[in-house]
């Protein structure tokens, strides 16, 4: 079966999925309703991603459940949510029934998802997890470190997808050792059966080699298109990193736009 945004044949067509996060947290900063992550959602779909990307988190510092609840009703490409391996953000998640749900490590003293999953940690809750999110329809993701031991633990766990952590490559720009980690456990998730997908600290400038990675097939960039934003507006953000993407996967030049 063809996921959104597929097409036939050998190709993996490069998703971009915009996480609206950070939207949230500039609403969050006055506790009031502008701006309006649904709205911005909506003209991010207008402007043609492939899908919406937002995190619930058990501290409600972003995103809101109602949040939640009405992008269930109103994205109409599909609903990533991220969320932590919980028992209520189970119970939400089989309500709302989202495309996918991406389970993410959570800490409440981080400020932004600083790792990958410890399977580890979560090993008994784990499998009972995925299968109730899949008894409703999601599929299921797990946002982890690019490591291919870990890539093997979670095929063995029987999941739709896998997304790499790429915070060390976006972090230490210049070290090969990170970029390298991504196309072995690629390579090996794809290799397993499971869609690859990749996010963390990607923007404009450094999306390209991770992009050109043949097995990723969905990127998740939210506060770089959401801070670029601020300048120049939701969809001229969004055609930059499309471009640079697009440039990438295909070995075109990439022309960086003026910041």
Known sequence: MLRPGE?????????????????????????????????????????????ITAHLREDRRHIQDADIEAL??????V??????????????????????????PERRAEITTEGG??????????????QALRDVGSRVSLFIDPDPAIVAASAALGVDAIELHTGQYAHHPGDPAPLASLVT??????????????????????????????EIEELNIGHAIVGRAIFVGLPAAIAEVRAAMHAARHGSPIALPPR
């Open 117 to 130: 999953l410890s399977l580890s940690a979560v090993s008994r809750e784990l499998p009972g997890v995925i």
């Open 7 to 51: 097409s036939a044949g050998n190709a993996r067509p490069l998703r971009l999925y915009v996480n609206i996060d950070h939207v949230a947290t500039l609403r969050q900063a006055r506790r009031g309703t502008h701006p309006d992550p649904v709205a911005a959602a909506l003209l991010c779909e207008a402007a043609g991603v492939e899908g």
């Open 185 to 214: 456990s690629a390579q090996a998730g794809a290799a397993a059966g499971m869609a690859v997908h990749a996010g963390h600290g990607l923007s404009v400038e450094n999306v390209g080699p991770v992009a050109a990675i043949p």
């Open 79 to 104: 609903l990533n949510l991220e969320m932590a391996v919980t028992s209520e953000m189970v119970e939400i998640a089989r309500r709302i029934r989202p495309f996918q749900v991406t389970l993410v």
């Open 72 to 77: 269930a009703t109103q994205v109409r490409t």
